[in-house]
């Protein structure tokens, strides 16, 4: 479901961008910028790469277990739903004379997410089905922060932008019990008391 996430909201983007710029190739690709033995990414040279950073789980979302009313006098206790964020890193990967153009489709990514900072199934048909809504909005990093993530991504530092995605939620139903339900207590009337 993540990457069923993170392809949606590219494909959407790129589209945009394709019909902004009038360009006939794919600008937006869902990537990582360095390959595990260090050396730049093909795919993702003169684009618009696009990479999960973090996952987190939603801090309001409830915890324990939930009753499900399962008909009758059955309940059903089952784990609640796991609501998570995902943090979208958007990195403009060009260089030398290119360089504005990292720029350019920096800010036309975020004049999009300005538009339209939620995806859902009525704007977004192709949104996968077990997703009830995506909502995006800009992640603010302080220098050092932003110094330590591209650390860890092992890359220089990118013209990019940086998005909080809420809420995957990821359901199991995995069954945790079956309580009977009480409907009415029973009193039996004791006579000539």
Same mark, same amino acid.
């Given at each position: 479901?993540?990457?069923?996430? @993170?392809?949606? @909201? !590219?494909? $959407? ?6 019909? /902004? +710029? ?17 050396? !730049? ?9 696009? =990479? ?16 499900? #009313?399962? *008909?009758? #006098? ?8 796991? /609501? ?5 890193? =958007? !990195? ?8 504005? $153009?990292?720029?350019k489709l920096i800010s036309d +990514?975020?004049? =999009?997410?300005?538009?339209? %900072?939620?995806? #859902? /199934? ?6 996968? %089905? ?8 800009? $992640? ?15 890359? /220089?530092?990118? %013209? ?10 990821? #359901?199991?139903?995995?069954?945790? *019990?079956? %309580?009977?339900? @009480? ?6 009337? @004791?006579? *000539?008391?």
């Amino acid at each position: 479901m993540i990457g069923a996430a @993170v392809a949606r @909201v !590219a494909q $959407e983007l790129n589209l945009t961008l394709r019909r /902004h +710029t009038q360009s006939t190739e794919d600008l937006v690709v869902v990537s990582n910028l360095m390959e595990l033995d260090g050396t !730049a990414t093909p795919l993702a040279v003169d684009k618009l790469a696009v =990479f999960l950073v973090n996952v987190q789980r939603e801090p309001t979302a409830q915890r324990g277990l939930s009753r499900v #009313d399962r *008909g009758g #006098d059955r309940l059903a206790l089952v784990q609640p739903p796991l /609501h998570l964020n995902l943090l979208l890193m =958007f !990195a403009a990967n060009f260089s030398g004379t290119k360089y504005p $153009e990292a720029l350019k489709l920096i800010s036309d +990514t975020a004049a =999009f997410f300005q538009g339209r %900072p939620m995806f #859902d /199934h009525q704007n977004t048909p192709g949104l996968d %089905p077990d997703i009830d809504r995506l909502t995006l909005e800009i $992640e603010n990093l302080t220098i050092t922060d932003l110094g330590n993530l591209w650390g860890v991504l092992g890359s /220089h530092y990118l %013209p990019s932008i940086l998005y909080r995605a809420r809420m995957i939620v990821i #359901d199991s139903q995995r069954l945790e *019990g079956q %309580p009977t339900r @009480v409907t009415r207590p029973e009193v039996e009337a @004791v006579a *000539g008391a």
